[in-house]
């Protein structure tokens, strides 16, 4: 089992910046990926970025240019710099760590809060 434990959410007005961490613990293999999701009201849950244990990463069209994903890996640990933050980036913010591939196992955070005020 693995557990993640997220934190850095809060309120931060148009412009401003957060910096979202999620330590991961338990039994994690040693090739996985870590990311971020977000789920708005209404919304369906969308990727926002992920990293690979060897660095590659992935994000959405959204946020490039300004989000920044990276990981330590001896801590287990994944980072979501968000900056130029905009109000559509409000959303619940959930930590991911998918490894194995058959079968593939995803584990969850419990999600944080992120408000954008205009």
């Known amino acids: 089992q693995v557990q993640l434990v997220e934190s850095g959410g809060g309120l931060v007005q148009a412009g401003g910046s957060l910096r979202l961490s999620c330590a991961a613990s338990?039994?994690?293999?040693?090739?996985?990926?870590m990311g971020w999701y977000r789920q708005a009201p209404g919304e369906q849950r969308e990727l926002v970025a992920a990293?690979?244990?060897?660095?590659?990463?992935n994000y959405a069209d959204s946020v490039k240019d300004r989000f920044t994903i990276s990981r330590d890996n001896a801590k287990n640990t994944v980072y979501l710099q968000m900056n130029s933050l905009k109000p559509e980036d409000t959303a619940v913010y959930c930590c991911?760590?998918?490894?194995?591939?058959?079968?593939?196992?995803?584990?969850w955070g419990q999600g944080t809060q992120v408000t954008v005020s205009s």
């Open positions: 991911n760590l998918q490894q194995g591939t058959r079968p593939r196992y995803d584990y």
């Open positions: 990293v690979t244990t060897g660095g590659s990463t």
């Open positions: 338990g039994r994690i293999f040693g090739a996985n990926t």
